[in-house]
């Protein structure tokens, strides 16, 4: 956590209004009707709009190609994601160095145009306090990923407004304190971004040459493989291991006689699987053989995230898996499924799934699955490989909690102080605004 000089509670109250007597809500683009229609503009789409503040305006489009089906907006405008679960994330910005002052953009943003005594900088940090969003949440319409916030919700929010000077400098801080805890969680995410390359790596190394220093190598004749240990083999996959693609779940079919736990691709993550609180399928005894789950299976993502994976442990009951996820079973008792997982990861982290496909792989089949060839080294070496690296792999996960820990902490930091100056519930550090002229 970094250091922080304390905040002292306020002295004073601010009025309070509703949100619609300091804005102009989603402002109409008839006031740029006039501009000619080849006149270029800025196009933002949502992956445009971040979570800390930021809007790339980059790209530009004639405003006749963007004039309808888009939302208009202007510079300085505040830009607030409406949709599920953007908007919940934080996805917000101040529009600035809009091309020609103007943008356009995906439709599921609400514009906020301060009026005259209303900061746009403080308007957006109050749309990304916690009262704003969590209200926000709970009064959104519609179902699933589809929900969205109402402009009423905007217009009708509540909050105490100080006067147009104060709003500037809580925003000033605001601007310099974010600054320093943004630029701490970009370095712990570096940081996080540096054990993932050297876990790579050293798995890498264990996996396509072995344990041994300067053993001698010989060319595997795989383009993408390289040099192997001159005695490793490299059959197909399908020599290994049984690769088999779950139950196609048909709710038309069910027979509620015959209902069993299934896994699903989103149960299955890196060397963890969810077995809690699983969905039912219909799968007869009959069918346990062919779509159910052992102790020593690994389960593959067919789609999403191809090719992630993990490895079944005991398991006293019949669960069955979807056809979003492969089955590896081993063929004999000299192969290691912690060595399997290992050279998995391997395969997916350096994109060796898409090198043999003729397009980026979207869904990894059986058959490409049983086709590939991946180092087979001696049962024993096998073994030793994967207790090295799941002792690695201890030490990576210990290091890579504690970052993922840190940002947790510095992103609550940054919520709290955000929503406790901008409500006006602590005073601005006067003595501190300076550093931000």
């Known amino acids: 956590m970094m250091e922080t000089d304390p905040v002292p509670e306020r002295s004073h109250e601010w009025p309070v209004k509703r949100l619609r007597f300091s804005i102009i809500s989603n402002p109409v683009r008839s006031e740029v009707a006039d501009r000619p229609e080849d006149d270029l503009v800025s196009f933002v789409p949502m992956e445009a709009v971040g979570e800390f503040g930021e809007l790339d305006a980059s790209q530009e489009r004639q405003i006749a190609d963007v004039y309808t089906g888009y939302t208009y907006f202007a510079e300085g405008d505040v830009v607030v ?11 917000g910005a101040v529009a600035t160095g809009l091309c020609n002052g103007v943008g356009f953009g995906t439709t599921e943003l609400h514009v906020l145009r301060a009026e005259v005594g209303i900061s746009n900088r403080w308007l957006y940090y109050l749309t990304v306090s916690e009262p704003f969003r969590r209200i926000g949440e709970s009064e959104m319409l519609g179902a699933g990923g589809q929900k969205r916030v109402p402009e009423d919700f905007i217009k009708d929010f509540r909050v105490g407004v100080p006067e147009f000077e104060e709003q500037e400098q809580i925003a000033n801080f605001l601007d310099w304190k974010t600054g320093q805890i943004d630029t701490l969680i970009a370095k712990k ?9 050297k876990r790579l790596a050293v798995i890498t190394q264990a996996v396509t040459k072995g344990l041994v220093p300067d053993t001698s190598l010989r060319d595997s004749c795989i383009p993408w493989l390289g040099s192997i240990p001159v005695h490793w083999k490299t059959p197909p996959l399908s020599y290994r291991y049984s690769v088999e693609l779950g139950k196609m779940l048909d709710e038309k079919r069910i027979t509620r006689d015959a209902l069993v736990p299934y896994l699903r691709n989103v149960d299955v993550q890196w060397d963890s699987i969810n077995f809690d609180d699983l969905p039912e399928m219909d799968i007869s005894e009959a069918e346990y053989d062919r779509y159910t789950v052992a102790s020593g299976d690994i389960l593959v993502c067919e789609g999403g995230e191809v090719g992630r994976c993990a490895i079944v442990h005991e398991t006293s009951s019949v669960i069955g898996f979807q056809k979003a996820l492969h089955r590896l079973r081993p063929l004999a008792s000299d192969e290691d499924p912690r060595f399997m997982y290992y050279s998995l990861f391997w395969a997916a982290s350096s994109g060796i799934f898409n090198i043999e496909s003729a397009s ?35 030490k990576w996960s210990r290091l890579l909690l504690k970052a993922a820990e840190a940002i947790e902490q510095l992103l609550e930091y940054r919520s709290a102080l955000i929503t406790a100056v901008v409500t006006g519930k602590l005073d601005v550090p006067r003595h501190d605004i300076h550093a931000t002229a």
């Open 189 to 197: 995410r570096a940081l996080i971004e540096r054990l993932k390359e």
């Open 360 to 394: 980026t792989i979207a869904h990894l089949t059986a058959e490409q699955l049983r086709r590939y060839r991946l180092p087979q080294p001696s049962f024993g070496e096998q073994q030793e490989i994967a207790r090295f690296l799941d002792q690695q792999q201890g």
């Open 81 to 91: 994601a409406k949709i599920t679960p953007c908007f919940e994330n934080g996805k």
